[in-house]
């Protein structure tokens, strides 16, 4: 059975840093694309990151430059640090992943993920 479950998450001021990490159990983040998506109150869940088999990466624009993803040499857990943190960035985080090895044009499409975590909360305070 497959499981991702996400931790890291907690309360900051802006300007502090984080690290996110994911756990998977049942499956591999080195023979596919894995992804961090974020959903604030009231908003629609974003892609934030996406990693692929061959380790390339992409972001959204409003992380690019403060956020990396990253995953551990035996690819059984994915993380994202997250520096110079903004208020805006307080959402619920979440770890996805899918059949997928390439993150592609759709990669923030939370369709295209067959797992996901539970997710854990960031909270960024100005």
């Known amino acids: 059975q497959v499981q991702v479950v996400e931790s890291g998450g907690g309360s900051v001021q802006a300007g502090e840093s984080l690290r996110l990490s994911c756990t998977g159990s049942?499956?591999?983040?080195?023979?596919?694309?894995a992804a961090w998506f974020r959903q604030a109150p009231g908003k629609e869940r974003e892609g934030v990151s996406c990693?692929?088999?061959?380790?390339?990466?992409t972001y959204t624009d409003s992380v690019k430059g403060r956020f990396t993803i990253s995953r551990d040499n035996a690819k059984t857990t994915l993380y994202l640090q997250m520096n110079n943190l903004k208020p805006e960035d307080t959402a619920m985080y979440y770890c996805?992943?899918?059949?997928?090895?390439?993150?592609?044009?759709?990669?923030?499409?939370?369709?295209?993920?067959?797992?996901w975590g539970q997710g854990t909360q960031v909270t960024v305070s100005s």
């Open positions: 049942g499956l591999s983040f080195g023979d596919r694309a």
């Open positions: 990693i692929e088999w061959t380790g390339g990466s």
């Open positions: 996805a992943a899918g059949a997928r090895a390439y993150c592609s044009g759709s990669w923030r499409v939370p369709i295209n993920y067959d797992y």
